[in-house]
């Protein structure tokens, strides 16, 4: 079985709802933006509305997520999120990495984005849940 814990356990991606719903991009994220902006233009033509979750889950390198999120917030509609995979490696390498560059986005003024710590589970996620909550410029690049 795929869980320890339970026996009945399905992975999330063999489920109805991911296949009706998830649109997975695997590749290197900035040579994939014209394709993922594609996809969503044609959502968006054909009428397809709702909120978006836009998952950012790979160097985990400063500059690598802060190019992302330069690339891909912008598709985020307000109430949508941005999620930053593996935001706790900033403390565990002793760097910047996904949170440092996550929190240029809390900075921004006006406000376009908040932490929600909601999503947490028992207080605890090792992932940054960023909401839209304004429309603004983009991700400023900043070196």
């Known amino acids: 079985p795929l869980c320890p814990v339970c026996h009945d356990c399905v992975k999330a991606h063999e489920t109805e709802i991911w296949r009706r719903h998830v649109i997975f991009f695997q590749g290197n994220s900035l040579r994939l933006q014209d394709k993922v902006v594609r996809m969503i233009s044609e959502l968006r033509s054909s009428g397809t509305v709702g909120p978006v979750l836009i998952t950012l889950d790979a160097q985990h390198s400063f500059d690598a997520t802060l190019t992302e999120l330069h690339l891909y917030a912008g598709l985020a509609d307000v109430g949508s999120y941005v999620v930053l995979q593996d935001a706790r490696l900033d403390v565990t390498y002793g760097r910047p990495g996904p949170l440092t560059a996550g929190a240029i986005l809390l900075q921004e003024e006006p406000p376009q984005w908040l932490w929600d710590r909601d999503v947490e589970v028992f207080g605890h996620t090792q992932h940054l849940w960023l909401r ?4 603004g410029p ?3 690049l900043t070196f």
């Open 132 to 135: 839209r909550i304004a429309f």
């Open 138 to 140: 983009p991700v400023a």
